[in-house]
């Protein structure tokens, strides 16, 4: 038998204007650069994206999204945002999200307490939408247009009179990963489905 365990690890983009500029950073690029450095030199080479001085903004939540906030506050960030697209989850189970499913509650995590700790306040504000990122002459990043949105019936609504610009230095995204990279699947030769995963048959199954 042969078990893949590959995981997700293609980032999702968002594809905004000002995308190109400097100061916009894939979230795994940020994390990952930032471990190898500590872990080489404890961040004395200088291998690294730092956040030191910069107002970051860290787009997505989950687990990643949390680790940007903290690395960020550990680098010494002068102020960290964490945005999000959808509503605040409650604070208890909803009816829709009954045991034994991943209980989908409002959490605070060590990225959220060290922000708070850091800098007074709980760093997420959620339904808001990213607009475009705004640069300087030199393609240096020096803020986000966002607006807020809510939902209705089922549809992303724009609340008029809501957009504003955050100004940030660094924006860090974590919006969760598309699949795996296709390395693997050409290597073996495997069927992928329309969200490059690994297609599943009755004799593979993918852990």
Sequence with gaps: AVV???????????PVEGRGLAGV??????????????????LQDGQY??????????IGGGDTGTDCIATSIRHGA??????????????????????????RVFRVDYGHAEAKYRYGADPRTY??????????????LTGVEIV?????????????????????????????????????AEGLNLDRDARSNFKVGTRLAVG
């Design 49 to 58: 994206i730092s956040a030191a001085g910069k107002k970051v903004i860290v």
């Design 25 to 42: 950073q894939f979230a795994m690029d940020f994390l990952g650069a930032n471990t190898k450095s500590l872990l080489d030199s404890q």
């Design 148 to 184: 807020n949105v809510r939902f209705e019936g089922g549809k992303m609504v724009e609340v008029p009179g809501s957009a504003r610009v955050l100004e940030a230095d660094m924006v860090l995204l974590a919006m969760g990963f598309l699949g795996p990279e296709a390395t693997l």
């Design 78 to 103: 002068t102020s960290v945002i964490n945005l999000e697209l959808m509503d605040p989850p409650p604070a208890k189970r909803a009816a829709n999200n009954p045991w034994p499913q991943w209980p």
């Design 127 to 140: 339904n808001v939408l990213t607009k475009r990122f705004i640069g300087d002459a030199d393609g240096k």
């Design 4 to 14: 893949l365990a590959a995981g997700a690890t293609r980032p999702r983009d968002l």
